[in-house]
């Protein structure tokens, strides 16, 4: 089995690409579910609905979130309510939410009400949350604590972030559909997708267990850089980077995960990067990374492949 | 104050006159509650929300139900996700279901819920539930007993009906939003909405102690004819009264009503039955009882009006 830890978009591009090149049964796609929230009543799970809306191909491409071809009448209708719509809902994209909470109310728990939604949209591999349990992300700004949602859509990423924080994660447990395989070392290898480290990736590997699963001996991981030449594709990775102190460089993600990590997939533009990355014990596979349609998902998820096997046979020889 | 009882669309009509001619603090319109379902694990009040519309302006007249200019991307993107749309949610109408949602998720009665809905359309009269506790009618049918919406709309009201049950009205309570006032009789008067007696009126009838408030001397009712011409305007009241042996009268409605009705509004069609009704002992006032637009409405809720002060110093005389 593969398994891909992804955040939303890239790593819903990434996901589709895999899709396409790894049999439906071989892979487990682990989401992140830091940034859940409640809103209106509905479970709203934006990792989760982002991927499987961008492997069915069901995402609007240029908004970046959301359904494609969306229209946006019950928000209007909200609206005249007096309801505040900080959080966008279009028409057809409330039927994932209106589905989850149906199941949810009827007692399914959100991995079975995921695994439902992806197995209507046709989709053949499994997209898991990470955990059953509720984690927060919390982001430490200049303004406060913030709830990731309160910071990402309703402050749009303005204030300056000194930190993270993901709340009920020490309680919390890695969901059963994917820890088990990983903590019995019974996978091919783990895929990082290009999402972005401290608010996508880590709420997984702050799950009790997982970073010291990935530690394991025969453990292979890999890690595909979220930044192209000193910038993140989508959403407020370089600025953190830079708030936080540090330099926008994928050596500097590489660092963040290199208790662990076997493997590096480097943007093409950013190969002056490589022999640092090398000279951390890292095998690295230079490629373009940006994935500008399925075509391109497909080959940067084939690069992941190949670096995946290049480390393990690495470490068997 | 003036109470009015009032099921769906025929109550939602006549309660839009009497919110234009009786002041908004003196109107409190009580709604059967026994049709309400859930439904994707929304709380669905198919009575309130036609009369909120119906006093809003945002119904569907031609439908009969729903909100005018609907849209319903949200309904295919379910059907899409394998959902059965027995029960259709238009993308506007899901706004009400939402809020309502939200709101009761955050605490709120069912009462409060409706009373922010109607305050923000704008509602000055007062929208109640006739209970907060959970009241469902219960068709007894030709293929067994069925829940209302499953009779009504799954069904097209086509089994043969021959009797109705109000599952858990017996340890139900009807609202404090309005029964105090009618026990204490408090109130000028109450109108019965030109809705179906059985599924519509009776379930409000049936809770505990509003039967026996209506009959206390100095309670004045009056009732509005929910046939014309031997037909139900809306709905499957003549074909229900069929199927129980009963004739498609005004006389049978006022009979059903007869241990606590003081007067009755008559449509001109059926006026041959006036001497039928005031046989009776009912005060009787024959008027169009249509309501084909806002001006015919209001002319119907004057006349209920007129009748209750008539009945009403019948008795002080």
Redesign the interface.
């Known amino acids: 089995m593969i398994l891909a830890l992804s955040g939303g978009v890239g790593g819903a591009k990434l996901g589709r690409g895999l899709a396409d090149v790894v049999e439906g049964s071989e892979l487990t796609i682990v989401v992140n579910t830091g940034d859940d929230f409640?809103?209106?009543?509905?479970r709203i799970c934006p990792d989760l609905d982002s991927v499987a809306y961008g492997i069915a191909g069901l995402n609007d491409e240029d908004r970046g979130w959301g359904?494609r071809d969306e229209?946006w009448?019950?928000?209007?209708?909200?609206v005249?309510?007096?309801?505040d719509p900080w959080f966008h809902l279009g028409?057809?994209?409330?039927?994932?939410h209106?589905?989850r909470?149906?199941?949810?109310?009827?007692g399914a728990t959100a991995g079975e009400a995921m695994a439902q939604?992806a197995r209507?949209?046709g989709i053949g591999c499994a997209i898991v949350p990470m955990t059953e349990c509720r984690v927060e992300t919390r982001v430490i700004t200049n303004v406060g604590e913030l709830s990731f949602q309160d910071y990402f859509v309703r402050r749009r990423c303005e204030p300056m972030v000194s930190g993270f924080r993901f709340s009920g994660a020490e309680t919390a447990s890695p969901s059963p559909t994917w820890f088990p395989a990983v903590a019995e070392n019974r996978i091919r290898g783990v895929i990082l997708c290009p999402s972005n480290p401290f608010v996508s990736i880590d709420p997984i590997l702050g799950l009790p267990g997982v970073r010291a699963a990935f530690k394991q001996e025969g453990s292979t991981v890999v890690a595909v850089s979220p930044l192209v030449g000193g910038n993140s594709v989508k959403g407020p990775l370089a600025k953190m980077l830079r708030e936080l102190g540090l330099p926008a460089t994928p050596v500097t993600i590489a660092k963040h995960y290199a208790d662990f990590l076997d493997g590096f997939v480097l943007d093409v533009r950013d190969e002056h990067f490589e022999p640092e990355l090398r000279a951390m014990g890292l095998r690295v596979e230079v490629c373009d990374t940006l994935m500008s349609d399925r075509h391109a998902s497909r080959r940067l998820a084939r690069s992941c492949l190949d670096l995946l096997i290049e480390c393990g046979s690495e470490r068997a020889a």
Chains 1, 2 share one sequence.
């Not at 409640?38 to 509905?42: C, I, K, Q, Y």
């Not at 005249?80 to 309801?83: D, I, K, N, S, T």
């Open positions: 409640d809103f209106l009543g509905l359904r229209s009448h019950c928000e209007q209708a909200l005249e309510f007096g309801v028409d057809k994209d409330l039927a994932i209106l589905l909470r149906s199941l949810l109310a009827s939604v209507s949209l």
